[in-house]
């Protein structure tokens, strides 16, 4: 096999998985009462991780039953998700030409940092929580920066 088959494959196997994470993570995002019930209840106990479970629990549960239109929030996180999804589908089929799409996806992945930070210190967000808001960025970092750099790669090798 040849090093740009390689690499395209490559670049595709790491996208693919990058947008099975986004459409996950925005699925998610439909089911949020009865999912964070669910953790909730494996997370009872002692604990500041399970308090800060319970507090949220209780939150969404009391919000929606007197206020359901609330979760129409969180759809619309679960749409931008997909359709974030979506949009990489263009380099999927062409990474060279769309390479300002993965380059997108990584600004997003670093803007979560001063969102989770300033806006969960803001909204009384516990750190601990807000650290793991930022570890979506730096997961999809993790996956954006290379592919980046295997598109470079292909760039210069269908060049030549």
């Known amino acids: 096999m040849d090093t740009v088959t390689l690499l395209t494959r490559r670049i595709r196997f790491w996208l693919v998985l990058f947008i099975i994470g986004l459409a996950l993570s925005g699925l998610t995002a439909f089911p949020l009462e009865w999912?964070?019930?669910?953790?909730?209840?494996?997370?009872?106990?002692?604990?500041?991780?399970?308090?800060?479970?319970?507090?949220?629990?209780?939150?969404?549960?009391?919000?929606?039953?007197?206020?359901?239109?609330?979760?129409?929030?969180?759809?619309?996180?679960?749409?931008?998700?997909?359709?974030?999804?979506?949009?990489?589908?263009?380099?999927?089929?062409?990474?060279?030409?769309?390479?300002?799409?993965?380059?997108?996806?990584?600004?997003?992945?670093?803007?979560?940092?001063?969102?989770?930070?300033?806006?969960?210190?803001?909204r009384g967000i516990p750190l601990f929580w807000q650290l793991i808001d930022c570890s979506f960025g730096v997961a999809g970092l993790c996956v954006l920066w290379p592919v980046r750099g295997m598109v470079k790669r292909l760039e210069a090798l269908q060049e030549v």
């Not at 009391?62 to 931008?80: H, I, M, N, Q, R």
């Not at 949009?87 to 600004?107: K, T």
């Open 35 to 122: 999912e964070v019930g669910l953790l909730h209840r494996w997370m009872a106990g002692p604990g500041a991780l399970a308090g800060w479970i319970e507090r949220v629990y209780e939150g969404l549960r009391v919000s929606y039953g007197l206020y359901p239109f609330l979760a129409y929030g969180t759809d619309w996180l679960a749409f931008a998700h997909l359709v974030i999804a979506v949009a990489f589908i263009g380099p999927v089929r062409d990474p060279v030409r769309n390479v300002w799409v993965i380059e997108f996806g990584m600004i997003a992945c670093v803007l979560v940092f001063p969102l989770a930070l300033i806006m969960g210190a803001v």
